[in-house]
Each structure stands twice: as structure tokens, then as C-alpha cells.
T-cell receptor
């Protein structure tokens, strides 16, 4: 079945640094990538939606200059958390969708801790 | 008001019990409905889609009431391995973003 490889699985970084999270679709073309964030005991909240070759569409309240999304190819999308702060500590997870298949394939998630 | 509301639980049940979860959604334009399962610190995994006529997959039965904007999940003969958080998920149309509830925690004990 469809697989999305997400890296890193976890990362600890210092406040003020930037962190890049990658999601790769291994056996299909991800025309759309959804990026979610989940705080402890809360639901997955959509941060942004990106279509290959286009600028990402951000949800209300999500700073596009802080959470940079790149979806330059059909198999790779990245989320960069710039100038990370402790409040950005969360579980970040991507979900890919192929144009011909309406299923959603999730990456395994990245647990970010900013100290 | 949250778009998708669930009782957070936890539901603590013995093995073999039958347990039911409920969910309500606020957007009447929602067209697709799902139950996902999420284990601790893992990604959510699709358990089953929910159809208007109701559907069953082994020990799991899902129901949808569009008039009441209500979705349910019934688990029969609970197993220890069913312990997880169950997420109610909706979207407005096929291929659209998924909107997640906060989840209901199930703990099955021996």
C-alpha cells in the first residue's frame, strides 16, 4: 500500500533555531500534502495544505513566515519551523493524497521539542 | 463550538465488553465520515469509513445520522489490543482536508 516516510521521528532543538521536517511518498505521487500539528491530549489541527508546485494554503492563525512549506515535487514536501520556540513543541504529522486515489496516507509523525 | 466533538473518556472496560463512542459534527455540509485509531505517539490509522446506511467490519460497527449530525462506533468483544484513542473525522468532500475530533480514549483491561 501507499507509504509516506516522515523524518525525523523526533528532534530536540534549541530555541531560536530552525528545524526541517520531510515527508516523502515512496510509491505514489502526492499531489496534495496536508500538514497537521497535535498538542498533548488535543486533536490534530490542520496547519496548511499544499499542492505540488503551488504555494501552500495556511489555516487561520498559522504564521506562514514561521512555518515554511515546500512542495516542489510530487514525492517530497517539507515543513520548516523557523526560529523555533518552546511553544512550538508538538507532534507534527503530514498526510498525503494522490490525485487518483482519495485515500489519505499519513507519515509517522515528528515529535519536536524546543528547549 | 468545535467542528467535531467527542467525549474524551477514558472508557475503561473489561475484555469482552461492548463499548460505544459517539461524535457530533457541526458542519451540515460534511459529506464523508471516518473513524481513525491513534496509538500513543503514533500517526492515526483509518479504522473504517462511515456510510449513511451503517456499516460493519468484524467487531466494529459504525452508524451515521445525518439529521442529527451524529456518528457512532460500536466495538463488540473488546480486546486488549483495542486500547487506543479513537478519532472521529469528517470532511466536506472527497479529497478535502480532514477535520479531526480530539478523540476518545479506550482502555481495555484484563
Amino acid at each position: 500500500g501507499a507509504v509516506v516516510s516522515q523524518h525525523p521521528s523526533w528532534v530536540i532543538c534549541k530555541s531560536g533555531t530552525s528545524v526541517k521536517i520531510e515527508c516523502r511518498s515512496l510509491d505514489f505521487q502526492a499531489t496534495t500534502m496536508f500538514w497537521y500539528r497535535q498538542f498533548p491530549k488535543q486533536s490534530l489541527m490542520l496547519m496548511a495544505t499544499s499542492n505540488e508546485g503551488s504555494k501552500a494554503t495556511y489555516e487561520q492563525g498559522v504564521e506562514k513566515d514561521k512555518f515554511l512549506i515546500n512542495h516542489a515535487s510530487l514525492t517530497l514536501s517539507t515543513l520548516t519551523v523557523t526560529s523555533a520556540h518552546p511553544e512550538d513543541s508538538s507532534f507534527y504529522i503530514c498526510s498525503a493524497r494522490e490525485a487518483r486515489d482519495y485515500g489519505y496516507t499519513f507519515g509517522s509523525g515528528t515529535r519536536l521539542t524546543v528547549v | 463550538r468545535k467542528e467535531v466533538e467527542q467525549d474524551p473518556g477514558p472508557f475503561n472496560v473489561p475484555e469482552g465488553a461492548t463499548v460505544a463512542f459517539n461524535c457530533t459534527y457541526s458542519n451540515s455540509a460534511s459529506q464523508s465520515f471516518f473513524w481513525y485509531r491513534q496509538d500513543c505517539r503514533k500517526e492515526p490509522k483509518l479504522l473504517m469509513s462511515v456510510y449513511s446506511s451503517g456499516n460493519e467490519d468484524g467487531r466494529f460497527t459504525a452508524q451515521l445520522n445525518r439529521a442529527s449530525q451524529y456518528i457512532s462506533l460500536l466495538i463488540r468483544d473488546s480486546k486488549l489490543s483495542d486500547s487506543a484513542t479513537y478519532l472521529c473525522v469528517v470532511n466536506k468532500y472527497v479529497g478535502d482536508k480532514l477535520v479531526f475530533g480530539a478523540g476518545t480514549i479506550l482502555r481495555v483491561k484484563s
